[in-house]
């Protein structure tokens, strides 16, 4: 539970900001922070000298998923609560999401350092690390305590399974995924990685099971269709594990998807006696593996310099670096840091251009729809 918004700062001031301030909490504290936004930034106009309600409107922002502004909001709490590890994690936690990686760990770190009890800053922590594919000690260790602290949260059981799935202990992936699901067995992450472990256990039709319910949420979830198609090779019918190794072959981005779809799409096409495809598709990922790792090398580069350019503030180098990126390699992450940048020189049309083909080659996250929403409504003059 987050601890209360701005304590007794505004006891002493004019009842409507406290009255303003008192439903502002009331509203996220129930999850309603779009609601809480507009109080909280006019009380922040008016106390620009409380960090706690800038605290209070990065969290809103946060909740919302507009990133860049929950960063310059929760920039401002930290320097003026530079002891808070909420403050800390939550700008972490921006950072995270938004693909700033290299600033985002420092300030999970020193939320672990500032309250070695705050669990999220521990799972924070691990999930970035793994979703980086960097399986350190520091983030076993992360994901570990974060577990420890709090047994029954379901997604740092998770982080922890897909960090052992990934150095290939699927016996203790699986455990952890167990306990996950049985912790929450709504969530189709869970899902996803419970398949993948039963998969290589050898356990088929129960892996299959768990794909299709992930299809039925996220039909173009290139993971689980790759498991789909897997799972049905591995039964023997390789003319219905075309259609999800086609569809995932498509929709890949990251180098392992592609890897995966490339690979099962071989084995599928010479099961099938199409030989020519399979040959073609096997000289693919000859290719594939050949460039990977200039292109990652590449890659981290740019994101790097874009992260140290978005800092700054100079957006056009943003620009120029992301653009590089996109001409490598096209994520959804990338394509909304770029509209991002492209939005703050009001270049409103190759930030809507961004925003668009994120939503078309990842999901339509509410962050996404805002941002497409802001752009849309910008005034006509700004539009060039």
Not at 17 to 32: K, V
Not at 219 to 247: D, H, I, N, S, W
Not at 317 to 336: N, P, S, Y
Not at 345 to 350: G, N, P, S, V
Request: include cysteine; hydrophobic fraction near 40%; proline fraction near 5%.
């Amino acid at each position: 539970m987050i601890v209360p918004l701005l304590g007794l700062l505004l006891l002493a001031q004019a009842d409507p900001d406290l009255e303003n301030l008192n439903t502002a909490e009331r509203l996220m504290n129930s999850g309603r922070c779009a609601e809480a936004l507009p109080l909280l930034k006019a009380l922040s106009a008016r106390h620009p000298e409380a960090p706690t309600l800038r605290y209070g409107l990065g969290r809103c922002y946060f909740e919302t998923e507009d990133y860049p502004a929950a960063i310059s909001s929760l920039r401002d709490a930290a320097r003026g609560l530079p002891k808070s590890a909420e403050v800390r994690f939550f700008l972490g936690s921006a950072l995270g999401v938004s693909g700033n990686i290299p600033e985002a760990i420092p300030e999970l770190r020193t939320a672990m350092q500032l309250d070695p009890t705050f669990q999220p800053a521990y799972r924070a922590f691990g999930m970035f690390r793994v979703q980086q594919e960097q399986y350190s000690k520091e983030a076993l260790q992360a994901l570990e305590t974060a577990v420890r602290l709090d047994p029954k949260d379901g997604r740092a059981l998770y982080w922890l399974g897909e960090f052992h799935r990934a150095l290939g202990d699927t016996a203790l992936a699986r455990r952890h995924f167990e306990h996950a699901f049985q912790m929450d067995p709504s969530d189709p992450t869970v899902w996803l990685g419970l398949g993948r472990v039963l998969l290589d256990d050898g356990e088929t039709d129960s892996a299959l099971a768990h794909f299709d319910d992930v299809l039925r949420l996220e039909p173009r979830l290139v993971p689980a269709l790759l498991g789909r198609a897997r799972a049905l090779y591995y039964k023997g019918q390789a003319e219905q594990a075309l259609a999800p190794a086609e569809t995932a072959h498509t929709n890949a981005r990251g180098f392992e998807d592609e890897r995966g779809a490339t690979w099962i799409l071989c084995r599928i096409y010479r099961a099938l006696g199409r030989d020519a495809e399979a040959q073609n598709a096997e000289y693919q990922l000859s290719a594939l593996e050949s460039t990977f790792a200039s292109e990652m090398t590449r890659i981290r580069e740019l994101s790097e310099q874009a992260a140290a350019f978005e800092a700054a503030g100079n957006l056009p180098k943003v620009v120029e670096v992301l653009e590089a990126h996109l001409r490598i390699r096209e994520t959804d992450e990338i394509l909304v840091r770029l509209g991002d940048a492209y939005f703050g020189m009001r270049r409103l049309a190759d930030a809507e251009r961004c925003y668009v083909r994120a939503s078309q080659i990842g999901s339509l996250t509410p962050g996404l729809e805002q941002r497409l929403r802001r752009v849309r409504e910008a005034p006509e003059r700004d539009r060039r």
